[in-house]
């Protein structure tokens, strides 16, 4: 399987693994190294990205345009939403989930509704900025892996402009 979203809360790590028949999402001690728990996908789903806000962690589906939602604590499903794309990447900035679906678009999804609210497209210079993959949403940025390479964009959620950044610059 692969990991498809990781999130700390609290001193827990939270992973999301995906490959069909054996996608899951797992609570992990991680200071212990321990599983504390653990539920599986039904086998028709690929796991994708996770994100945590409040008490309930969100998962997203590859292809199936379906995302679960969990209880943080028990890791039992509280419920579903579904989307009309992919599911990529997954984070919050609080108030909404902040979702990739493979392409240059962000869509953003009220958590009261489930519905998306608005979108933004990540364009530079050079086009679209295209395989956006995991998210993670840090001091008021969107950041981005780009899949399959060693670059990583910073988005303004207002306006979509990215910023990108070769990981190896970084480090």
């Not at 999301?16 to 212990?32: H, L, N, P, R």
């Not at 419920?79 to 869509?107: A, C, V």
Request: hydrophobic content about 30%.
């Amino acid at each position: 399987y692969y990991t498809q979203g990781l999130e700390f809360d609290g001193g827990i790590l939270y992973e999301g693994t995906g490959i069909e028949g054996q996608s899951a999402v797992y609570k992990i001690d991680f200071e212990q190294q321990k599983v504390l728990t653990n539920i599986n996908l039904p086998n028709n789903y690929f796991g994708e990205g996770v994100t945590i806000m409040g008490s309930k962690l969100y998962q997203l589906t590859w292809r199936s345009c379906v995302g679960f939602i969990y209880n943080k604590q028990t890791l039992n499903r509280l419920g579903e939403f579904s989307y009309s794309t992919e599911g990529w990447g997954l984070t919050n900035d609080g108030k909404q989930l902040i979702m990739s679906d493979g392409t240059e678009t962000i869509h953003f999804i009220d958590t009261a509704t489930m519905q998306e609210q608005r979108r933004i497209e990540v364009y530079d210079t050079e086009g679209p900025v295209t395989a956006l993959n995991e998210l993670e949403y840090v001091d008021g940025l969107i950041y981005a892996n780009i899949y399959c390479t060693d670059n990583i964009v910073a988005i303004d959620p207002a306006t979509g402009k990215p910023r990108r950044t070769d990981v190896r610059e970084a480090l």
